[in-house]
């Protein structure tokens, strides 16, 4: 009986292990391309003085927003009974892989780490870059010292916590309006989409990881109604920079970007929860979609150069998770 019931766990626990050694070699295989543009320098991504968007950015933007959207569910959670105390575990577990990949991406974006550490070492907050550096690495220790604790229900952390999670958010959309590179960056809809971002990455890893949450639908649907208001008032706008702007994502270089996060990220994620079917795979075409956003709205200068790095950042996040819930499973 014994023997059989070793058996048993044996074959639960492989799939485990399959996905975490498979999850180790993307990693290894993203920190060897990683290697490889530290020893050959930028231009082997593609990027230059006249392209300085990548999908190291958009990437970026995606985990914090993710990373944001965790923690404030989690702090919303002390307040709103929405998930149980193990599941407010595994939530603050996912957000604090999330915010580590954000790290790790905008470090490979900037080239040489080094460089990273002047600018956040120079201290200089009249720039939203250097708010934006010191924000999430508030956000991300709060993160920790909550799982650390055992994500007890301490409703002053939780302000906290909310405070920081849109302090991060509103810093890199406030950034993005405050340049002059589009037209469409300028105003309110930007920070606000940020927001949504965070929200719709936030549920979507959220279901992922706790299937029976199902509160994505309103974040999709005020995402999709932003996306058509700015297209729509772009459209029939009298400046001749707008229109261009809005041509070039709609029929341009950025159209595929634009029509992936409007069918596959917003619009087939929100028929398959209304019909709720397949919710996992909802959630993963949201996120998805989220990507696709950070990389039309960016297009001004954008390339997609590095696909591997960043595949093994998400893997390296990803193994980070399941490590850290395999101890916490150990403990209990």
């Not at 490889?36 to 927003?65: E, K, P, R, S």
Request: charged fraction near 10%; aromatic fraction near 8%.
């Amino acid at each position: 009986m014994a023997t059989t019931t070793q058996s048993m766990e044996v074959k639960r626990s492989s799939p485990a292990g399959l996905w975490m050694a498979a999850l180790l070699v993307l990693a290894l295989a993203g920190i060897g391309a990683y290697i490889y543009q530290l020893i050959q320098g930028m231009g082997v991504t593609g990027l230059d003085q006249q392209v300085v968007w990548g999908l190291y950015i958009a990437g970026f933007f995606t985990a914090i927003a993710a990373g944001a959207g965790l923690l404030a569910l989690r702090a919303i959670s002390v307040f709103i009974p929405l998930f149980s105390p193990q599941s407010r575990l595994r939530i603050l577990t996912l957000s604090l892989a999330a915010f580590i990949a954000g790290g790790l991406l905008i470090a490979m974006d900037v080239g040489n780490p080094l460089q990273l550490w002047r600018v956040v070492t120079a201290f200089r907050f009249s720039s939203l870059l250097t708010w934006d550096f010191w924000l999430l690495a508030v956000a991300g220790l709060l993160a920790l010292v909550d799982l650390l604790s055992g994500a007890r229900q301490s409703k002053l952390l939780a302000g906290i916590e909310i405070l920081a999670a849109l302090a991060v958010v509103g810093a890199e959309g406030g950034m993005l309006s405050t340049l002059a590179a589009r037209t469409l960056w300028a105003g309110g809809a930007t920070l606000f989409s940020f927001l949504l971002s965070a929200a719709i990455a936030g549920f979507s890893l959220a279901i992922i990881a706790l299937p029976k949450t199902q509160r994505l639908v309103p974040a999709l649907v005020a995402n999709l109604l932003l996306v058509g208001a700015e297209v729509l008032v772009a459209a029939l706008s009298q400046d001749a920079r707008t229109v261009g702007e809005i041509y070039h994502i709609l029929v341009g270089q950025a159209a595929p970007a634009f029509w992936l996060h409007l069918v596959a990220g917003l619009i087939l994620p929100l028929g398959l929860l209304l019909f709720r079917t397949a919710p996992e795979w909802a959630a993963g075409l949201a996120i998805l979609g989220i990507v696709a956003e950070k990389a039309w709205l960016l297009e001004a200068g954008l390339i997609v150069p590095w696909v591997l790095p960043v595949q093994g950042v998400v893997s390296l996040a990803a193994l980070i998770y399941l490590l850290v819930s395999r101890s916490a499973k150990a403990v209990d």
